[in-house]
């Protein structure tokens, strides 16, 4: 029993260098279709080794956009347990997709769609999942705050949440597009001023 854990360790172990290479060859070839055997070389294993644990590209890629899933949303999980107000929500969980993707360069760029560029189209599917359901989390926050109000304002929620979708999207674009250089937190402070000018009818 201790073996057949060890080994599951080491195969799990072997799953997360793969992926942590995969993503690091990202940013550091922005722009660039990153190959296996480019892979494989950089990890110092050959192409078959790789395959006995993905057995695609495709699924390397899925294993990130996953790994992109459990931890975004896992934490917006926590966000919601400790926080009740629904603009604090909103801008905790914007402010973790730019966190998160100023840590994950190489992430970011599948997340944008630009490293996907020649892979099949599912992936770029379950991209489009991962916004919809961040999309979804802000219409829930909005909506569950509009029906709480003492009146009724006929607030915009869904052109609402879908509003802050669009500028968490296009803070992961420009830094994708500048090469990794303009960080998606740069001047975030002084854009959520803005942003919540517009949710203060939320508060």
């Not at 854990?5 to 997360?16: C, F, G, L, P």
């Not at 790994?67 to 919601?80: A, M, Y």
């Not at 597009?177 to 942003?195: D, H």
Request: glycine share 6%; charged share 25%; with cysteine.
């Amino acid at each position: 029993m201790e073996q057949q854990s060890t080994r599951a360790q080491n195969k799990q172990s072997r799953h997360q260098a793969i992926l942590e290479a995969l993503a690091s060859q990202l940013e550091q070839h922005p722009g660039q279709r990153i190959t296996t055997a480019q892979l494989a070389e950089s990890l110092g294993v050959s192409e078959a080794a790789l395959y006995r644990h993905f057995p695609s590209k495709a699924r390397m890629f899925e294993g990130l956009i996953e790994f992109s899933e459990d931890t975004v949303f896992g934490l917006i999980r926590r966000i919601l347990d400790e926080d009740d107000n629904a603009v604090s929500r909103c801008e905790k969980i914007m402010a973790l997709m730019l966190g998160f993707s100023a840590k994950n360069p190489g992430i970011s760029s599948v997340l944008v769609g630009t490293a996907l560029t020649g892979e099949t189209e599912r992936l770029r599917q379950r991209v489009s999942q991962f916004f919809d359901r961040l999309e979804t989390q802000f219409r829930q926050i909005l909506r569950e705050r509009e029906l709480t109000l003492t009146q009724a304002g006929g607030r915009p929620v869904n052109e609402t949440a879908n509003l802050l979708l669009s500028i968490v999207e296009g803070r992961l674009q420009q830094f994708v597009r500048s090469g990794f250089r303009q960080s998606p937190l740069q001047g975030w402070e002084q854009q959520w001023l803005l942003i919540n000018t517009i949710l203060r009818t939320y508060a």
